[in-house]
Every structure is written in C-alpha cells, then in structure tokens.
C-alpha cells in the first residue's frame, strides 16, 4: 500500500479526540470516545475504527446526544453499581463505573454495572478487555434498534444485540469474544447491497416475512437471529436483561426513539463481572485451569475467537496504525472543518 | 391411547420417591430427584422424565454417586453462595442453596449459586423457573461430557453443556428457555441410530473431523455446537465461568472421570440470579416492560419457549400425567425389585 500512513496509536488517540473537541464533544466525552474507536483501528477492527468518528459528529450534529454530558455513577450498598450516562456517549459512563464494578466484583465475588440512558455506537470487547486486564471475567450485552425478526416471527424486533465476554489468561492476551446475536451485524447487509451481491440464504426475510437473498429486500425486512430458535432466544434474554430489567428501551423502543438507524442507537447497556479467585472458592487455581481447556482448543487447531485482533494490535503497537490516504484525508477535513464536514 | 394410565403428579413423584429409596438413595435424596423428574414428565418433556429413573439407579448401582449424601451449604457476606453437593445428585444441592441465593439476590441485587462435585441427569429449567416464581431472572450453565468439537477443531471436547434463562412474569408461567448449546442433545444421535436413519448435515463430524450425516460416524465422532462459532464460544464460556471459575470439572475432565458417557456425568454448576425491582434502579416496572416486549413477540405469531412444556402441564395438573403400560410396568418392576431390576 504506497498510499499507507502509519501513525502511533497515541497520536491517533489525540487526533481523534482533537476532531470530537473541535467538533463540539467535551474533552472528556471526546477523549473517551476516541480510546474506544482507536482502540478499534489499533486491532484492525474496521467497523468500529476511524470511520466511526464522522457517525459520532453526526449524531451531534442531529442532536441526538449531549456532548459535554456528565454521567453520574450511583452506588448503594448493593453488588450493583449504576452509572447515568445522561445521554452522551456510553464511553465515558462505562469509564467511570468500570473502576466501582471492580471493586464490588472484588468485594462480593460477582456484581453488574449498569449503564443508563446512553449513546452507543461501539463494539463491547474493549468493556470485557478492560475487565480481564484487572483479573475479572465479564459479560457484557446490550440492546441496539429492532432490525432482526424472533425465530418464528416476521417483522424486526430485536436488535442485533452484541453479546460479549472475557477470561483472564495468565501473562497473555485474554480470551474473549463479541459477536453480534443475528446472523451478521447489519453493516454486512449493506455491503452486499453496495456490491450488488445476492446474500447468502438464512440471513434475512423479506418485508413480507418470505427468506430473501435479496439485500434491498433484507434490509427493509429483517435480519435472523443467528443459530434459530436458540439464537433468539439469546437475543430475547439480552432485551429483558439489558432493556426492560435496568429500566432502559429494548430494541423497538430504541428505534421508535430515534426513528432511524442512521445514526447511533440510544438504550442502556449490562455488564456483569466475576472474580475467579473469590468464585472458585479455594478450589485449585481458575486461571490455569482455563488455560488448559483453552490450550486444548488451540491443540486442536481451533482459532480462538479475537485472535486476528490481537495480532493487529501487536504490529500496531510496534508500528504505528496503517490508514489510507483517502482515510487520513477524511480525518484532516473533519478536523479542519468539523461539523461542516459531515454529511 | 388406550394403554394409557393417568395418575396424579403427587402420587407419581411419591412412586418415583419409593423406588429411588428402595433402590438406596436417602429420603432427602430421593425426594429432591423424584421431584425434578416428575416435573419434567409433567411438562411431557420425556427426555427427562420417569425413564430417567433407572439411570439415577444405574449411576448408584455402579457407585458413582453417593446415594445419601447431604450437601453442605457456605456461605459468607459476598454474594455467592456455595453448596458442595458431597457427591450426591445436584437436585437437593440446587433445593439448599436456592432460598438463600434468592435472599442474597433481593440484598445485592445480583448473586451467585455455585454447586461443586454433583452428579447431574436433569434440564436446568427446573432452576431457573424455581427463582422465576420468587420474582427473579435467572441464568443457568453447566458443563457436561466432552462429545462436542469447538467450531473449527476435529475432537469431542466441550460438553453439550445446557444454557437456561428464566424471566418471571406476571400472573403466568415465566419465559423460560434451556437448551443444550451443541445442534442436538446426544440423545436425539442416538434416536437416529436406533431408527436407521441418517442425520441432517451440520450436526456432527466423524472421528477424523469430516462431516458425516451417520449417526454411528457422529457418535464415534463429535456433535457441533449449534450457530457455528457463536454457539461454540458460548459453550466455552459455560466451560470456563462453571468449569474453571468455580473449581469444577470442564467437560473434558468430566469425562475422564468417569470414562463412560452411559451414566450421569458428574461436575460443578453455576446459577446466576438477579432481582429486577433492584435492578432497575427505579426506572418503571421491569416486568411490565418485559410483558410489552414479549407480548410483541407472541403478537407476531412466533412461539414463546416452553410453550408446549407449560400446556402439557396444564393437562397434568388437571388430568393427571399419562403413562403408558410399558413406562407403568417398568416402575411397578424397578419398585419391586429394586436395582435388580437395573441393567
């Protein structure tokens, strides 16, 4: 790639946040959201990376988050601990809670955070990440816009609905995974819509409730959950769990809200967090008993789930990040332009 | 059916008790298994129902469980309560530790049960509706035998490992979902061999990891985990947070244990339980919400989980649950002569 810039990761961070500051997001929301998109771009993650930084804007520009938004962390004597995002971006929320969540998982052996009122547009590993660095395992799932029909229905209803967890592995990389609860997120659809492809059978129905292979017709349809019966199931549990249980919108609520999936959906989001040391109760050493189920899965040749990310981050951390020409353009333009420059 | 006996769920849960008393189990023991076993055939959920009577007493008569154990339940001021199930069935484990996992729930809003060294035959949805009819959401996970590969690998190392959800709702049975996280139970393998039949394509490979629609190939071979590498990554997550975490056997272990995947495996479980009124901070009624939202699933026409389950009860409990003359006259013989009468 002669096009290739290769930047640090830390200059990329300040760029990025420069970009969100300039465009109108306080320093700390900013900052916040930047870490989170760099952190995508640094492993490669491209739907979550620098682009996403123009979607930020433009939820701003659209009024549809508070910019300087200031969450509020609530706490009790409970193993929950509750963070007001007070509708800015979920970032900085989960940055605040994430420290008291740790605590509490340290004091009582499992707790939750639950995040309210929030903007959210990133993937969920860097919550799950964060959690494994300090030791702790953690789920992480939230709702997102109804765009995927239940097994067995034929209208969107649930969201694509991320579920994602993470374990602690000695002196390594943690294992973790977070995947979408339909099929494909629903970018995927789009980029097959753009390259004028045919999808693959199983993704989608039509507005009629009919499978279609057809892209225009899957996504003024809806998506499946992934895995039949069972996947939607999961998804269902993520809508009354991380929706309707913390007091915050399911899916369909989401996108009545906003009334398009344009830009990023609004609804809360739960974390859940486990310390293995107080969860194993004395009974040998959690951690190396992981790593031996774990190493006998990739003794079989199996791939772990974010492996592709991790080997990124290690050229990343090494070499700087590469973007493109095209991409390093976008950036200096919103940087220079701000608002102005998005669409 | 005219070969069909109807008899009440009380005086079939009192049979099933004697049999399993006769057989050598403790009263406590046999009690807490007869009622999980009972409640099963109930729901006409067969596949744990009173057939399963003779292999609680096969496991005994091969001395893999210990017929009168009683489980010992610790508990400190965290939110995880423990029951070392002393090598026993997990039902009267599970029958210890639920109130107090409620009581810790409705104090820290989310706990944890965690049972160690049981022997377990029965679904999870016993569990789940147990705390769902306290007012609380509830997950369940255990590991199993290794006869499942991960997605990607060729050897049987994770267990079919069973997920359950449990949501309480108003005034009705709960939504309730439990089931096992590979394409198939392997009993439903098994099925197909007796009948001659080939399997469907996706759910198993045989032993040197080629796909194979024989059952006798898949049953030397390995089961897939359903949603390719999705499901395989919740499978794992079950291995690690109810396998390793809690100081349990991973499937692979269990099956080492016990070198057969004929008789009940033995291992640990996790329980998690939450108290929506805690949970949602406040925001509205968690419960109403859920109702709206699975009251939109429903008006789609797509059926709740555990649907069937809960009509098959509802003529139980009015009618009595129908055996046939086979099922009565191998309960009437296991009665009479005991583990004699066990193969």
């Known amino acids: ?16 946040t420069e970009i969100l500051t300039r465009g109108g997001f306080s320093h700390p929301q ?19 990376g620098v682009y996403r930084i123009e979607g930020c804007l433009r939820t701003l520009k659209l009024g549809k988050v508070v910019p300087d938004a ?11 601990v509750r963070v007001d995002a007070k509708s800015g971006f979920a970032n900085l929320a989960f940055e605040l809670g994430a420290p008291v969540l740790a605590e509490k998982t340290r004091k009582f052996g499992v707790a939750a955070l639950v995040i309210n009122d929030c903007t959210h547009f990133a993937a969920l590993w860097p919550e ?6 300090q030791g702790l395992a953690a789920m992480a799932m939230c709702p997102s816009y109804a765009t995927v029909a239940p097994s067995g229905g034929d209208k969107p209803l649930l969201g694509t609905n991320p579920f994602a967890f993470g374990w602690p592995r000695a002196g390594d990389t943690p294992y973790v995974f977070d995947f979408a609860t339909s099929v494909v997120a629903r970018g995927e659809v789009e980029l097959y819509r753009r390259a004028g492809k045919q999808l693959p059978e199983g993704w989608a129905i039509d507005a009629d409730g009919n499978p279609t292979t057809d892209p225009e017709a899957a996504l003024s349809g ?34 009545d809200f ?15 967090a486990f310390d293995p ?25 199996a791939r772990l789930p974010s492996q592709r990310r991790f080997a990124a981050r ?30």
Request: overall charge negative.
């Open 258 to 272: 906003l009334g398009t999936t344009a830009i990023a959906p609004r609804h809360g989001e739960l974390v859940l």
């Open 30 to 48: 900013g900052a916040a959201i930047a870490r989170t998109i760099i952190a995508a771009e640094r492993d490669n993650c491209k739907s979550h």
């Open 277 to 301: 040391a107080r969860m194993s109760g004395g009974r040998g050493n959690p951690i190396a008993k992981g790593e031996a189920f774990l190493d006998a899965i990739a003794g079989q040749g």
């Open 1 to 16: 790639m002669t096009d290739a810039t290769a930047i640090s990761i830390s200059d990329l961070t300040e760029l990025a």
């Open 314 to 343: 290690k050229i990343a951390m090494a070499e700087g990040i590469s973007l493109s020409a095209a991409e390093m353009a976008q950036l200096h333009d919103l940087h220079a332009r701000g608002l102005a420059a998005v669409d």
């Open 222 to 255: 809806a998506m499946l959950p992934f895995g039949g019966h069972k996947g939607s199931a999961i998804s269902t549990m993520i809508e009354l769990l991380a929706g309707a249980m913390i007091g915050d919108f399911t899916s369909d609520e989401a996108l």
């Open 128 to 133: 799950v990440e964060a959690l494994a660095d």
């Open 70 to 80: 200031e969450p509020v962390l609530l706490q009790d004597d409970s193993a929950v």
